[in-house]
């Protein structure tokens, strides 16, 4: 049995310096794809790709919410492996508890829509703008299994993982005549939850 089912491919993760996004990094690598690491984690990043190996990796400082950096790590993997198989929109936040909605903060729940919604929907646009053009690719996203019920975590948190299972269903219909697969993951809790920004 071959385990290098992702040989030849090219992925980009998001949030890949640590969480679900250093484990997804590493099992891609074994894997036998070739892995980009965008975070805003230089040091933690720079460590990842020393554990896969240079050779395999690359680490690329980018800051999901500001769109010329997504750009960029887009074009950086086409320009150094020649074309974009996987991308994986995994940074993302949360904010902490509060018993009630009135005691929630406007600025911590932009925060938290800014890094889950808009790191997402800048990871799916620039993905797709290299992905069309060659009629192939997938597109991962991590949402939550909160994106599904409610009560399980904050309402910033809760409303941001539900929007990133409405943006998975529209491209989803829009990209499947070039292809491009669409999806998106919804896990529960993990060890990463301990971390206020956990690339998850």
């Given at each position: 049995?071959?385990?290098?089912?992702?040989?030849?491919?090219?992925?980009?993760?998001?949030?890949?310096?640590?969480?679900?996004?250093?484990?997804?990094?590493?099992?891609?690598?074994?894997?036998?794809?070739?892995?980009?690491?965008?975070?805003?984690?230089?040091?933690?990043?720079?460590?990842?790709?020393?554990?896969?190996?240079?050779?395999?990796?690359?680490?690329?400082?980018?800051?999901?919410?500001?769109?010329?950096?997504?750009?960029?790590?887009?074009?950086?993997?086409?320009?150094?492996?020649?074309?974009?198989?996987?991308?994986?929109?995994?940074?993302?936040?949360?904010?902490?508890?509060?018993?009630?909605?009135?005691?929630?903060?406007?600025?911590?729940?932009?925060?938290?829509?800014?890094?889950?919604?808009?790191?997402?929907?800048?990871?799916?646009?620039?993905?797709?703008?290299?992905?069309?053009?060659?009629?192939?690719?997938?597109i991962i996203s991590t949402a939550s299994l909160s994106s599904g019920l409610g009560g399980a975590a904050t309402?910033?948190?809760?409303?941001?993982?539900?929007?990133?299972?409405?943006?998975?269903?529209?491209?989803?219909?829009?990209?499947?005549?070039?292809?491009?697969?669409?999806?998106?993951?919804?896990?529960?809790?993990?060890?990463?939850?301990?971390?206020?920004?956990?690339?998850?």
């Open positions: 049995m071959n385990d290098l089912r992702l040989e030849g491919k090219i992925a980009l993760i998001t949030g890949g310096a640590s969480g679900i996004g250093e484990c997804t990094a590493k099992l891609f690598s074994k894997h036998g794809a070739k892995v980009a690491i965008a975070d805003i984690q230089d040091e933690q990043g720079h460590s990842v790709v020393n554990s896969i190996g240079p050779s395999n990796s690359t680490f690329i400082h980018c800051d999901v919410t500001n769109e010329d950096h997504v750009k960029n790590a887009v074009d950086k993997v086409v320009s150094n492996y020649g074309k974009l198989d996987i991308m994986f929109n995994n940074a993302g936040t949360f904010d902490h508890p509060k018993p009630r909605i009135i005691d929630n903060e406007k600025s911590d729940f932009e925060r938290v829509m800014n890094i889950n919604v808009t790191g997402v929907f800048l990871g799916m646009k620039h993905a797709a703008r290299v992905m069309v053009p060659t009629r192939r690719g997938t309402h910033a948190y809760t409303c941001s993982k539900h929007a990133i299972v409405g943006l998975t269903r529209n491209l989803a219909v829009e990209l499947g005549q070039f292809g491009i697969r669409v999806n998106c993951l919804s896990p529960y809790a993990l060890d990463a939850f301990r971390r206020r920004d956990f690339g998850a």
